[in-house]
């Protein structure tokens, strides 16, 4: 949406819909992932920047707007987060937008569950934080 006065406005004036609902809903400032609880922040323009608020549409389709349908996520969590399909089935979906089968596993850091695809190897940690704290 053409927008030149929204402050999310970069210099072509050009501001996704979603961002602008989500960003009347919840004010700027500092936001906590939905999914992680990672803090993230308005960034204008911001593309796959570290620590930049992405709006997330929580069905996967961008085109539904609803404001019910939209969270602040993480650059991280926006792009690999898990779906449950059935009772113990999981799903992670990709930036691109293809899903894989995922398995439920258990950081050793935080001791939180999570879902990685097995053909990510050995996925252990949950996240970047988890592995770079961990016990030597």
């Not at 004010?27 to 308005?42: A, K, R």
């Not at 939180?112 to 934080?129: D, E, L």
């Amino acid at each position: 949406v053409y927008s030149p006065t929204h402050p999310l406005a970069p210099d072509t004036g050009i501001v996704g819909e979603h961002r602008q609902i989500l960003y009347a809903a919840i004010g700027p400032g500092t936001h906590s992932c939905h999914w992680c609880g990672n803090e993230v922040i308005w960034m204008v323009g911001a593309g796959p920047v570290r620590g930049s608020l992405v709006v997330d549409h929580l069905d996967s389709d961008w085109r539904n707007n609803d404001l019910g349908n939209l969270v602040p996520s993480c650059q991280g969590c926006n792009a690999t987060r898990a779906r449950r399909v059935g009772d113990d089935e999981y799903f992670v979906t990709r930036g691109d937008g293809t899903r894989l089968r995922g398995e439920l596993r258990e950081c050793p850091t935080c001791r939180q569950n999570f879902v990685a695809s097995p053909g990510w190897g050995r996925q252990t940690y949950c996240s970047y934080r988890c592995f770079s704290h961990r016990r030597k």
